[in-house]
């Protein structure tokens, strides 16, 4: 047999398609990008809010625990501008008694067990985030800048989330201009961003002046028609799940959602095999991870340079990790 093969058109298409969306595109094109900015820069970006979806809300809220490398809906609800004590939260619950602890700690004098037990109680901590539905005013898209993009979701900490609502409800006169997202009579956003030590400021964020309406027939039709359903950003598992995740966190259980287990595959190839219980992540706290012996961390550290995983499910693992800077770059 000589002679080439057949290009197959419709294979490279999808091949063109799969790494359309794995990339930057996909999952943070349905986001606001916030401006990148160095130290010492300010970057803006501005947008204007759409109002609510026919039986929608303007916003959803949710809290997120960091906790196991997962992200774990916290289940209480925002009731009157609270976050509902009297629903029940393993994670919470644990996140609280840390805070007890470290102050007890601190009353006994054991400054370096209570730096230890605030630090884990941040590492959990619910960070709250709230979603709109917007369209960015003006946006470099594939190297030109477009107008009006979207409708994109505007994922906003607590900060740009309170700069909305007083905008819309402020008892103080000077802070108020009512319905922002009015059709005719709204308001744009300038979202401003700084890097003051190290961490994203929005403190100089603020409405425009002069209210403007949203745009002409056309957009207005195409965003009735293309909103996100912010409801998604909003998933609760039941409670066995949150504590099963505590339990992990606590290195009580190991963690089946990691297929690969170390500890294992470690002991089959050395010739011993270890028992269950030392399978602790291992980004569980040092004051639980007593189990493993100073000569497994030694073998986990070769088994992982050597053993290493496939190219692209590193990558995979780094857009990931790019979401994840994307939704929490505010707090
Ligand atoms: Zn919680």
Known sequence: MTGFGALDLEGVQAEDNRLKTKG??????????????????????????????KGGKLFQYNRIHQINGRKVHCPRPL?????????????????????????????????????????????????????????????VVDGKEQLNVGPRILSVGKILHQMIIRAIVSEKPQEKLGDITNIETGYDFIITKELRSDF???????????????????????????????????????????????????????????????????????????????????????????TPTTESATAVETASTEAAPEVDDIAIESDEFLQDLAEFQQD
Request: glycine share 4%.
């Open 200 to 290: 994203p400021n929005y403190d100089r964020s603020k409405f425009s002046l002069q209210s403007s309406p949203l745009g002409d027939k056309d957009l207005i039709k195409h965003c009735v028609e293309s909103m996100h359903d912010l409801t998604k950003f909003r998933s609760l598992k039941p409670i066995e799940e949150l504590k099963k995740e505590l339990a992990i966190h606590r290195g009580l259980i190991p963690d089946d959602a990691e297929k690969f287990n170390v500890d294992d595959f470690d002991a089959e190839y050395a010739g011993q095999r270890t028992t269950a219980s030392a399978s602790v992540p291992a980004d569980v706290p040092a004051q639980t991870t007593e």
């Open 79 to 139: 009731v009157n501008g609270k976050w509902d004590r009297d629903t029940p939260c393993p994670i919470c619950d644990y996140y609280n008694s840390l805070w007890r602890q470290a102050d007890k700690a601190e009353d006994e004098g054991n400054r370096n067990l209570a730096e230890e037990l605030k630090k884990e109680a941040r590492s959990i901590k619910p960070i709250e985030r709230y979603y709109y539905n917007a369209i960015v005013r003006s946006m």
């Open 24 to 53: 930057q595109g996909g999952f943070l094109d349905q986001f606001v990008p916030m401006p990148e900015v160095k130290p010492g820069q300010t970057g803006e970006v501005t947008v204007r809010i759409l109002p609510p979806v």
